[in-house]
């Protein structure tokens, strides 16, 4: 089944203890993004991929890390998490069939709360 | 930088019609996204415009004026199942950024 999965699901953690979220799609997309949702500001890009080696930054980069070894995955880095950090992730994929303006297939979402 | 608008609350009634609007202003443009999110799931894909005009897909229906940057989402024959948020996106001028609105949650009631 083509899919977008994320690990984990719920993830409940301390200020500063270093976390990452997993990102992984079996549909050999090239574009991949991660974003953050939060009530009233919806949902904003945090850092996004090209292809493999190759990331740049979104509207949310602080406080984030990404890297893209593979085309498969794309992790979510927190060094330092904060608790203005607690919010709902979404990492999507893009096959860019049309150039890069290609609907995103999102993962199902990572809670986070940062204590 | 890229700005989007849209109400944030509607509410119709089962068998109705629904017209979301959705006003932007962008830098740049490559193409403009609508996505269905029902609550605690991720975003689901509607529709896509890029050229000016209507596009129709069933009881969904997309509009789009580059020259107002302007969109509306079109929900026909409203079903209880329509009750979700709609997310209104832009695809910037590079094609790498795609940017949100704060989307539109839609009630429908019997």
């Known amino acids: 089944e083509a899919q977008v999965t994320q690990n984990p699901r719920y993830l409940i953690t301390v200020t500063g203890k270093k976390l990452t979220v997993t990102c992984s799609q079996n549909?050999?997309?090239?574009?991949m993004s991660w974003y953050r949702q939060d009530p009233g500001l919806g949902l904003r890009q945090i850092y996004y991929?090209?292809?493999?080696?190759?990331?740049d930054k979104g509207d949310v980069p602080e406080g984030y890390k990404v890297s893209r070894k593979e085309k498969r995955n794309f992790p979510l880095i927190l060094e330092s998490p904060s608790p203005n950090q607690t919010s709902l992730y979404f990492c999507?994929?893009?096959?860019?069939?049309?150039?890069?303006?290609?609907?995103?297939?999102f993962g199902p979402g990572t809670r986070l709360t940062v204590t | 930088g890229q700005n989007i608008d849209q109400p944030t609350e509607m509410t119709a009634t089962e068998g109705a019609i629904v017209q979301i609007n959705c006003t932007y202003q962008?830098?740049?443009?490559?193409?403009l996204f609508w996505y269905q999110q029902h609550a605690g799931e991720a975003p689901t894909f509607l529709s896509y415009?890029?050229?000016?005009g209507l596009e129709e897909k069933g009881r969904f229906s997309s509009f789009l004026s580059r020259s107002k940057g302007y969109s509306y989402l079109l929900l026909k024959e409203l079903q209880m199942k329509d009750s979700a948020s709609y997310l209104c996106?832009?695809?910037?001028?590079?094609?790498?950024?795609?940017?949100f609105g704060g989307g539109t949650r839609v009630l429908v009631k019997p």
């Open positions: 999507a994929s893009t096959p860019r069939r049309r150039g890069v303006t290609d609907e995103q297939y």
């Open positions: 549909m050999n997309h090239e574009y």
């Open positions: 991929s090209m292809n493999v080696e190759v990331t």
């Open positions: 962008t830098s740049g443009f490559n193409g």
């Open positions: 415009n890029v050229l000016d």
């Open positions: 996106a832009v695809m910037g001028a590079a094609g790498n950024k795609l940017t």
